[in-house]
């Protein structure tokens, strides 16, 4: 028995554990033998058959949205590459456009990662590499120059390494109720434009509720509120402007709205704590649409329903399909929620509980009418993201470092892993030169796929459009 304290005993392991993977091992970017194409189609299996051409679309607008739509390339390609043994519930999908800002229950705004559709358990480094490579990737797309994309890798990884040095010396309650709050960003950051930044994204905040959000997208007929189809983003799944083949299992469903929805409303509900439960029973279903979301969930089952309580007021729940992590398929080691490994909406619950400093008080699962694991979340209340294209070297150093903050204290309170993370990084800046290493080379490695996957788009392989496109399709 070691007569160290229990910290220090548990940083020594951390220590110990580059024994198994020096940090100057991971610029490795693992296998990437493997054809990009047959692993996007892969990943493409299951989703709506029409829109499947829409989130090639996206994917095809540049190398960054690429990366975004390809989490399962990075995640096979991760899988080769050193491990430190320390596993622990991960984003799995981890890059600087999963972070941004949104309202606790308390209605104050924080900073933090927003989806957890790949959440799992596996290596932390693999959140690490995603979001570094997606600040090299992004800072070239920028036209930010290769010198300046290292820097913002730099500046992510190098915070990361700080901030879980400090949560490796914080009390268990302290990094639970630990929160990035706005104020803290604004204290946080170097320059005068990211403070501006900031105060601009706390107004946008506010103004977007679901109240202000009711007119913009519904209409007020002679017994209810009713969705605005604007198709391909959201359209009616019986209306007119379905994108849904008369073959797809969806459309063999007959009966009332309503009543397909009762059972799924009665399990989500079950998830939810009592209180919460018996508050959302106090509003009324006005209408359900389609909705399509982001890049990599293009073509998965995602629906908005609109719900109003006694005095008129709205609230939007969406209500979005989860399947396998793609963390899940790589990674051996990997393991889904314990208490019900079958369902893939409670996997996302779970992850984003215990990562997230404050969860919507929403958040729940369910099942579909047709078997679908769900899960299901508030629509965009107070919800802000970066706008990357308007970012300056200096905005996006502060972003980045902010990025890694949040990663960190993500990690550290998921896991009660600091103290090992933190040993294993160590004072000095080996492991965020590596990382630099790997953005760099995995950034190369992804503008080949994305060239790849141009190319299969040109030939006919895969059918690309985008939402212009399609959108003209319903043109009078």
Not at 59 to 71: D, E, K, Q
Not at 218 to 247: M, V
Not at 329 to 352: C, E
Not at 416 to 437: F, K, N, P, T, W
Request: net charge negative.
């Amino acid at each position: 028995m070691s007569d160290l304290p229990m910290g220090e005993e548990r940083r020594a392991r951390g220590r110990t554990a580059r024994q198994q993977a020096p940090r100057s091992t991971h610029d490795a970017i693992g296998d990437v033998d493997r054809d990009p194409v047959e692993l996007l189609k892969q990943s493409s299996a299951g989703r709506v058959e029409a829109l499947v051409p829409l989130r090639y679309g996206r994917m095809l607008v540049s190398p960054f949205t690429f990366y975004r739509g390809s989490a399962i390339l990075q995640a096979h390609d991760l899988a080769g590459t050193p491990d430190s043994g320390i596993h622990l519930q991960i984003c799995g999908d981890c890059h600087l456009s999963n972070f941004g800002g949104f309202a606790t229950p308390e209605r104050s705004l924080i900073f933090d990662l927003n989806d957890f559709d790949e959440t799992a358990v596996g290596p932390w480094e693999w959140d690490v590499k995603r979001l570094v490579a997606s600040f090299t990737i992004a800072g070239r797309h920028l036209g930010h120059g290769d010198a300046s994309a290292d820097e913002f890798a730099f500046c992510a990884a190098e915070s990361y390494r700080t901030r879980m040095r400090e949560y490796a010396d914080m009390g268990v309650l302290d990094l639970w109720y630990e929160r990035i709050t706005f104020d803290r960003m604004y204290d946080a950051v170097q320059t005068d434009d990211a403070r501006r930044r900031i105060k601009r994204g706390v107004e946008r905040a506010t103004r977007r509720t679901h109240e202000t959000m009711l007119p913009k997208l519904a209409d007020r007929t002679e017994n209810e509120w009713q969705i605005r189809d604007a198709p391909p983003a959201i359209f009616h799944i019986r209306g007119k402007n379905t994108l849904f083949d008369q073959n797809d299992d969806v459309m063999s469903l007959t009966a009332h709205r309503d009543e397909i929805l009762a059972p799924v409303l009665s399990e989500y509900f079950a998830s939810l704590t009592v209180e919460r439960a018996a508050l959302l029973r106090q509003f009324t279903i006005q209408d359900l649409v389609f909705k399509v979301v982001g890049v990599g969930s293009v073509g998965t089952r995602c629906m908005v329903l609109l719900l109003i309580e006694p005095h008129g007021k709205p609230l939007f729940l969406q209500l979005k399909e989860a399947s396998k992590s793609v963390v899940s398929m790589f990674f051996k080691g990997a393991r889904d929620d314990p208490a019900d490994p079958s369902h893939a909406g409670r996997r996302v619950v779970h992850g984003q509980r215990l990562m997230q400093a404050a969860t919507d008080p929403f958040l729940g699962w369910s099942t579909g009418p047709l078997g679908r694991a769900l899960y299901v979340r508030q629509l965009r209340d107070m919800k802000i993201s970066a706008e990357l294209e308007t970012f300056g070297v200096d905005a996006f150093r502060d972003y980045a470092a902010l990025c890694g903050w949040g990663l960190a204290r993500a990690h550290a309170k998921a896991s009660g892993c600091a103290l090992e993370i933190a040993g294993y990084l160590g004072s000095g800046q080996r492991m965020a030169d590596a990382l630099v290493r790997y953005g760099r080379a995995y950034a190369d490695q992804v503008e080949k796929d994305y060239d790849a996957f141009r190319a299969a788009c040109r030939d006919g392989r895969l059918e690309a459009r985008s939402d212009a496109d399609m959108a003209a399709d319903f043109s009078p």
